[in-house]
């Protein structure tokens, strides 16, 4: 089982009209969240054993963008992450990667959020290109290490 389980909503994206909701992009604004979540959480000292995106083309562009401040280019791709991602989704991908790992997983709401309540209690509110972090304390509960919203990520990526 992963130690820490991370999660980065995907940044702020195109309307939902410009395209195919899998084909959405990310806005200048969701490019800059995406680098500052990298750069915040490399400011932080965090590092990853995995990191697994949605193969969505807003959320796969936003681990790449996060993951270049992070010096990771190793990202997998999970399509469980595109849409229903659980509770079971995340714990099967976290023992996949082995016990005392940190694990990063970068998708979409309601998803994440309904994950993070399912293993913390916690009610959060994961804005697009927000992080959350959730310490695994027995096979199916958690507790929740940090929520970060955008706004707070930037001054940290500022400040590294």
């Given at each position: 089982?992963?130690?820490?389980?991370?999660?980065?909503?995907?940044?702020?994206?195109?309307?939902?009209?410009?395209?195919?909701?899998?084909?959405?992009?990310?806005?200048?604004?969701?490019e800059e969240q995406s680098r500052a979540g990298g750069?915040?959480?490399?400011?932080?000292?965090?590092?990853?054993?995995?990191?697994?995106?949605?193969?969505?083309?807003?959320?796969?562009?936003?681990?790449?963008?996060?993951?270049?401040?992070?010096?990771?280019?190793?990202?997998?791709?999970?399509?469980?992450?595109?849409?229903?991602?659980?509770?079971?989704?995340?714990?099967?991908?976290?023992?996949?990667?082995?016990?005392?790992?940190?694990?990063?997983?970068?998708?979409?709401?309601?998803?994440?959020?309904?994950?993070?309540?399912?293993?913390?209690?916690?009610?959060?509110?994961?804005?697009?290109?927000?992080?959350?972090?959730?310490r695994m304390r027995s096979q199916r509960r958690g507790?929740?290490?940090?929520?970060?919203?955008?706004?707070?990520?930037?001054l940290i990526a500022q400040a590294g």
């Open positions: 089982m992963a130690q820490q389980l991370w999660f980065l909503r995907h940044g702020e994206a195109e309307p939902h009209d410009a395209r195919s909701d899998p084909d959405r992009q990310l806005t200048a604004r969701g750069r915040a959480l490399a400011a932080l000292g965090v590092s990853f054993q995995a990191v697994f995106s949605s193969p969505r083309v807003r959320a796969l562009d936003t681990a790449r963008l996060a993951c270049d401040a992070l010096d990771s280019d190793r990202i997998l791709i999970d399509d469980s992450l595109s849409s229903g991602f659980d509770v079971d989704d995340a714990l099967a991908l976290a023992v996949a990667t082995g016990a005392e790992k940190r694990v990063l997983f970068v998708g979409h709401n309601p998803d994440f959020e309904e994950v993070v309540h399912d293993l913390t209690g916690g009610d959060v509110d994961l804005k697009k290109g927000a992080i959350a972090a959730v507790e929740l290490l940090v929520l970060l919203r955008p706004r707070e990520i930037s």
